[in-house]
């Protein structure tokens, strides 16, 4: 059984063989063995749309490579919306150039499935394929029927499965996946139990409620509808890329975004964001010195003083 949690943010992946259920291997998709975090969720095509890299290296081989090369970040969040029913649903690249959102979907199921086989079959006898595997995507719990129906689509489209209806493709709620976890290494739950999962993930913030109908098996009876919103921790990187285009004022700051400085500029925040600690009260410093490779027509400073006399 392999587990792919397919996440706004970040991707990762798990995997345990029928007969050590018990030994869980995580992994990083493109990481190095042992690498259990997970990596960024970026995918990068050339500018003919012809698959690069994914995650972390994505990210750097767009800031060091070609500016019309495509790379896509926070394309989840398109799953959900109206258009993602239609074959005509696009994503939409840091250069402002768009792609199918299956193909780009797709592209990113694959390259985890071929990563997580070349790791299962390292010291296996005789190559276990994909589709004799059981496979378990993470899905938001307040998707759509028809945002799951596409992810159904994408994962055959990758590979996973022989057809998009498989029983060998498992599409699980993301807090109620969260909420086995729990009960199997914190909550100790006993029958009659009720509990709330808030999942805040990159994209979304699920909520699902549950009573416990026994424990032994574990079967859950649902309280309440799950509900949630798009209301993830993207929304702090929307809010600092709008800092960012405050400061900047009239230099250009759209153009800006579309090129690797910005890029390199979101990766460090993203680290400094993931650091954060509200228990401690040390200042936290970000280099700000892409934006001065875009503009050059002044200095930081100058630009810090006419962001704070025209903002307070």
């Known amino acids: 059984m392999v587990g792919i949690d397919f996440g706004t943010s970040r991707t990762g992946y798990a995997y345990a063989f029928p007969s050590h259920e018990d030994t869980i291997v995580c992994k990083q998709p493109g990481g190095a063995p042992g690498d259990t975090s997970k990596t960024s969720t970026a995918i990068l095509f050339d500018k003919h749309g012809i698959f690069k890299s994914f995650g972390n290296r994505a990210r750097r081989d767009y800031a060091d490579g070609d500016l019309s090369n495509l790379l896509f970040t926070e394309y989840k969040m398109n799953l959900n919306q109206a258009q993602a029913l239609l074959n005509t649903a696009t994503a939409t690249a840091s250069n402002g150039k768009t792609l199918p959102l299956m193909k780009v979907i797709a592209a990113t199921l694959r390259f985890v499935k071929d990563d997580a086989m070349e790791n299962i079959n390292k010291n296996q006898p005789l190559n276990i394929k994909a589709e004799e595997c059981k496979w378990v995507v993470t899905v938001p719990a307040i998707w759509s029927d028809g945002a799951k129906g596409f992810m159904r689509r994408a994962a055959f489209e990758a590979g996973l499965v022989t057809s998009e209806n498989s029983s060998k493709l498992i599409l699980a709620l993301e ?128 630009m810090v003083d006419t962001y704070n006399s025209r903002s307070g």
């Open 175 to 302: 807090p109620e996946a969260a909420c086995i976890a729990s009960e199997k290494d914190v909550m100790h739950l006993q029958a009659g139990h009720r509990f709330m999962i808030l999942d805040c993930g990159g994209g979304t913030v699920d909520i699902t409620m549950h009573q416990a109908a026994s424990v032994s098996p574990l079967k859950l009876d649902e309280i309440e509808t799950p509900s949630g919103g798009p209301w993830g921790s993207t929304k702090v990187d929307a809010s600092f890329s709008a800092f960012v285009s405050d400061l900047m004022d009239w230099r250009k700051p759209t153009e800006f975004k579309r090129t690797p400085h910005f890029v390199e500029m979101m990766e460090a925040w993203e680290t400094l964001k993931l650091g954060y600690d509200p228990a401690e009260d040390n200042d936290r410093s970000l280099s700000m010195s892409e934006i001065l490779e875009f503009v050059d027509d002044m200095k930081m400073k100058d």
